[in-house]
């Protein structure tokens, strides 16, 4: 059988670890896609939409490839989160966030010739209750700044987390176990 292309349509270094940790052969393509969404949709409506964006885009150039598209947003009291414009938006972001739960949604696409598949993952995160010192000296890391809702759990930000219920890689960016599954199912073979 004839090995097939895989691609990342990312930049982000988080989500192309957590592939080169499963020792695929794949390489990225970063997409440069209009991330703006209807105000009115659901978060898994905007993860799911955006990640397939990305990942049509990329696949339009590459069509004899299998290319997956992810999307994560961080959601408080449905208010979405996105990455900070500002040191002061990420300290009010992770203010909000403080000793309360919220949910991290993650997208993922995957587009090749003859299939197209959309899923979301859900994540329930719960911080403990930080000071503005705790939070100030988080900032003093300069992880916060490219991340949605402010913090990255898989580096500093885990100080930050008490509990999560749900897929942690998902949090991280790539629910990576049922991505796999997902590209077996749309019929990719490495």
């Not at 059988?1 to 695929?24: D, G, T, V």
């Not at 990640?51 to 992810?70: L, M």
């Given at each position: 059988?004839?090995?097939?292309?895989?691609?990342?349509?990312?930049?982000?270094?988080?989500?192309?670890?957590?592939?080169?940790?499963?020792?695929?052969?794949?390489?990225?393509?970063a997409s440069d896609v209009d991330e703006h969404y209807d105000p009115e949709s659901s978060p898994e409506e905007i993860v799911?939409?955006?990640?397939?964006?990305?990942?049509?885009?990329?696949?339009?150039?590459?069509?004899?490839?299998?290319?997956?598209?992810?999307?994560?947003?961080?959601?408080?009291?449905?208010?979405?989160?996105?990455?900070?414009?500002?040191?002061?938006?990420?300290?009010?972001?992770?203010?909000?966030?403080?000793?309360?739960?919220?949910?991290?949604?993650?997208?993922?696409?995957?587009?090749?010739?003859?299939?197209?598949?959309?899923?979301?993952?859900?994540?329930?995160?719960?911080?403990?209750?930080?000071?503005?010192?705790?939070?100030?000296?988080?900032?003093?890391?300069?992880?916060?700044?490219?991340?949605?809702?402010?913090?990255?759990?898989?580096?500093?930000?885990?100080?930050?987390?008490?509990?999560?219920?749900?897929?942690?890689?998902?949090?991280?960016?790539?629910?990576?176990?049922?991505?796999?599954?997902?590209?077996?199912?749309?019929?990719?073979?490495?």
């Open positions: 059988m004839l090995k097939q292309s895989l691609i990342l349509a990312s930049a982000s270094p988080r989500r192309k670890e957590l592939l080169e940790n499963l020792q695929l052969t794949f390489h990225t393509v799911m939409e955006l990640a397939y964006r990305k990942a049509k885009a990329v696949a339009d150039g590459h069509p004899d490839s299998f290319v997956i598209g992810s999307d994560t947003v961080v959601v408080r009291d449905e208010t979405i989160l996105g990455k900070p414009e500002n040191r002061e938006d990420a300290f009010s972001m992770l203010k909000s966030l403080s000793g309360r739960c919220h949910s991290v949604y993650t997208g993922v696409a995957i587009v090749s010739q003859s299939n197209e598949v959309k899923f979301f993952e859900k994540t329930e995160v719960e911080f403990w209750e930080l000071s503005d010192d705790e939070i100030n000296d988080y900032l003093d890391t300069g992880e916060p700044f490219d991340k949605a809702g402010a913090y990255g759990i898989q580096g500093f930000g885990r100080l930050l987390v008490k509990k999560i219920s749900g897929d942690y890689f998902s949090v991280v960016g790539l629910p990576v176990a049922r991505t796999i599954r997902e590209l077996k199912k749309a019929g990719y073979r490495s």
